[in-house]
């Protein structure tokens, strides 16, 4: 089992960037291929970005590619999403999620993964 929790949310200014980061227990951290999903008021929850279990593999909505950046330190236990030039639109609940182990192909939808940080908030003022 994997514990997420998120943190790096905040109040940033359009163009601005935040780096958001999620720590995860356990030793097995490498095993699992992770995710970022957001959810902003009144809309469903949307896939933002993937990471293999190794880091050789990532994978963007196509509203955050070229500005989202999707990385993780395996020593740390740790995935992070970089922002850049954020958006208005950005604002949302951001949240980072854990598959199943194993799992090597990419993977966008939410029930696809089975571990969930409890998310951090991220509002872009215009």
């Known amino acids: 089992q994997v514990q997420l929790v998120e943190s790096g949310g905040g109040l940033v200014q359009t163009g601005g960037s935040l780096r958001l980061s999620c720590a995860a227990s356990g030793r097995t951290f490498r095993s699992y291929a992770m995710g970022w999903f957001r959810q902003a008021p009144g809309k469903e929850r949307e896939f933002v970005a993937h990471?293999?279990?190794?880091?050789?593999?990532?994978y963007y909505a196509d509203s955050v590619k070229g500005r989202f950046t999707i990385s993780r330190d395996n020593a740390k236990n740790t995935v992070y999403l970089q922002m850049r030039r954020l958006k208005p639109e950005d604002t949302a609940v951001y949240y980072c999620?854990?598959?199943?182990?194993?799992?090597?192909?990419?993977?966008?939808?939410?029930?696809?993964?089975?571990?969930w940080g409890q998310g951090t908030q991220v509002t872009v003022s215009s």
């Open positions: 990471i293999s279990a190794s880091g050789g593999v990532t």
């Open positions: 999620a854990a598959p199943t182990p194993g799992t090597i192909v990419v993977v966008t939808r939410s029930n696809q993964y089975i571990y």
